[in-house]
């Protein structure tokens, strides 16, 4: 049937959506058996510990009241590690380890003060006794935060023998499969992880590591994810020719296994990222990723031959062995939700073992990512996916176009990715378009691409994301003169930007955004405490910069209506970021909407709030361009917008 864009009835319901919202995270194998963490939106959101046996009986280990997650650099990963039948997690609530025994209550076994992450596993021989080792962030100083490398013995409750701390940050414990050598990545400030790390391997010995020896690594080249063969070689990830790519280091030497115009890896925002399996008989599985879509390879180490799978997935993380000719990941298809997958390495082929909740659409209700690049300042090319509007029961008002959503990720230094994503088909099943922007400093596209945003945040990012939306208005694709943008966080930031800096975007909407840079650099947590410095430039000296570059020194170019949504607990943008562009924009007469969450941190959980954050931004979109949803919304107060409820 007829219907205008944006007016059409989605089998796509919000309340469905927040209770389906599942997430699958954190997935490791252990012997035959898998383990992973998922959200559990009927406990407000909280995060549960899950195994499955080789038998396929699926457990949730974890008790209802445990909320694991780690808050290592605020946004965790790793949070827990498998010594036999004991789990050992990180509990939200005050970030203390956790023991977990089969068949017994969980007691919290380590200090408080202290957030752990990032295990490995050091078995008992001889003369030692057995231990985990991981990652801690001391918080006893909150003004003096320190991360180091410790050694938790499993025969006690521990303080933790600390190993290493002679650098800002650490991450990647991993050792040999003799126990005796330890290999990590390290980096100082004012480097992120994805700028600046050192590879590193020191012999463990009871009384603590030895000297370390920088294997890789250092000024503009980042590197991760070490893992030891079978063999004693140890393997990791640089992007020492542009690309994060595969390398190998033996006696000495260090030697590309695969080379390729491709990503192996992603930014380490979270602890545990692995991108690849080693099967202990020289090969391995990996993930490699260009123009944004993911693939698997089989590589043989030592010959450098790889053979590429054919998979129904756009999108893998957390690569693990898992028997003998197996490997799991967690694998993304473009038309339903994440799943667990076991890849059978003689065939190539794979199994679906678990999947994050229920499809909730139809496949022929799906709108598939159509990827598309565009011309934007500079002589530069951008990138993005554009999601045409989708409801096989309705088409838009003839001589009409639908109105256009602007997508911008997080990070910034993080991607846009066509795997399927239940609040991207929110809107296009309501028959809005939605474009999701990989603007210049958005990683997958190699590492000169992620670098165009150094000293150029608020101006490149912004230029991208309006070059999207007047692409897909020339083309006829999008009607220019319903066009919002939305983004959370740093997209929130540059949602801002885009607002006050043109008039392309008739509305937005900001999530947890950033008004303020110099506030941000003052309130800011230790690993994004130097941040800015790359994107905009060291403070005191690029002061003006920092005033240039914030949305609040710029009221008088807002003209469009805003939405502004806030976590009342989040640290990394705190809400005060939020608070001053509403009050601001407020008195100055600017149609505005302020929905603020108790309870809630960086990024909502609880179902409730993800159902009124679509719901309202749903009424928002309504109201301003002038249609009537299809759905029953909750009443929404917006400031200054004539004839508002």
């Known amino acids: 049937m007829e219907a205008p864009f944006g007016s059409w009835a989605s089998p796509l319901d919000a309340t469905a959506l ?25 406990l407000d959101g909280r995060v549960g510990l899950f195994s499955r046996s080789a038998a396929g009986a699926i457990t949730r280990l974890s008790p209802d009241a445990a909320n694991v997650r780690s808050r290592v650099h605020e946004y965790g990963g790793a949070p827990y590690a498998v010594v036999g039948d004991t789990v050992y997690y990180c509990e939200y609530a005050d970030q203390r380890l956790y023991r977990l025994r089969a068949g017994d209550t969980a007691v919290a076994w380590t200090p408080a003060g202290c957030r752990y992450a990032d295990f490995a596993y050091l078995p008992p021989e001889p003369g030692r006794e057995p231990a985990l080792i991981g990652v801690c962030e001391d918080h006893l100083d909150p003004a003096g935060v320190r991360n180091a490398l410790v050694r938790l013995p499993l025969a006690a409750r521990p303080a933790g023998d600390r190993l290493y701390a002679a650098s800002d940050f650490v991450a990647y414990p991993r050792l040999s499969s003799d126990g005796r050598r330890l290999a990590f990545i390290s980096w100082n400030r004012p480097y992120m ?115 590429i799978l054919e998979l129904p997935y756009v999108h893998y993380a957390h690569l693990t062995p898992l028997g003998a000719d197996h490997a799991a990941v967690l694998a993304a298809p473009a038309d339903g939700p994440r799943t667990i997958a076991r890849i059978d390495m003689v065939s190539g082929r794979a199994q679906a073992l678990h999947s994050a909740g229920s499809a909730l659409l139809p496949p022929s209700s799906v709108s598939i990512a159509v990827p598309i690049d565009f011309p934007s300042a500079g002589n530069r090319s951008a990138h993005a996916f554009y999601y045409p509007p989708m409801n096989p029961r309705y088409q838009g008002t003839p001589g009409t176009l639908p109105p256009l959503l602007t997508l911008v990720h997080g990070g910034p230094t993080s991607q846009a990715s066509p795997a399927y994503a239940p609040k991207v088909q929110f809107w296009t099943s309501r028959g809005f378009a939605v474009v999701d922007v990989n603007f210049g400093g958005s990683s997958g596209f190699g590492r000169a691409y992620r670098k165009a945003l150094d000293g150029n945040w608020g101006s490149v990012d912004v230029a991208d994301v309006i070059a999207a939306a007047l692409h897909l208005g020339r083309t006829g694709r999008a009607d220019p003169q319903r066009t919002a943008i939305s983004g959370s966080s740093a997209g929130g930031y540059t949602t801002l930007m885009a607002l006050c800096r043109s008039d392309v975007f008739k509305a937005g909407a900001d999530y947890y955004g950033i008004s303020d840079l110099t506030l941000l650099a003052r309130d800011t947590h230790k690993f994004e405490s130097h941040y800015l410095s790359s994107l905009l430039g060291p403070l005191p000296q690029a002061q003006t910069i920092y005033q240039q570059r914030s949305p609040l020194q ?92």
């Open 554 to 645: 710029h009221l008088d170019g807002f003209n469009a209506p805003l939405i502004v949504f806030q976590g009342a607990e989040d640290p990394v943008v705190p809400p005060n970021q939020s608070e001053r562009i509403v009050a601001a924009l407020r008195t100055r007469g600017l149609p505005i909407a302020y929905l603020l969450y108790p309870g809630e941190s960086h990024g909502f959980r609880r179902p409730e709030n993800i159902r009124r954050s679509l719901q309202c931004e749903l009424t928002f979109y309504g109201r301003v361009f002038g249609f009537q949803p299809a759905d029953q919304l909750p009443p929404l107060a917006i400031d200054n917008l004539p004839g508002a409820r």
């Open 18 to 42: 927040a209770s389906g919202q599942v997430g699958i995270d954190n997935l490791r194998g252990v012997q035959d058996a898998l383990y992973w963490t998922e959200t559990l939106p009927a």
């Open 193 to 307: 992880p994805w700028d600046s790390t050192e590879l590193k391997v020191a012999e463990l010995t009871d009384r603590g590591l030895g000297p370390a020896v920088t294997v890789a690594g250092g000024n503009d080249e980042s590197v991760l994810d070490p893992q030891w063969d079978a063999d004693g070689i140890l393997y990791f990830i640089s992007d020492r020719t542009g690309y994060w790519n595969l390398y190998a280091w033996q006696d000495a030497t260090v030697r590309a296994v695969w080379p390729r115009a491709a990503e192996f890896a992603s930014p380490l925002w979270s602890l545990g990222q692995s991108n690849y399996a080693l099967l202990g008989d020289g090969r391995a599985l990996a993930r490699f990723g260009a123009g944004g879509f993911d693939r698997l390879a089989i590589l043989n180490l030592r010959g450098g031959t790889a053979r």
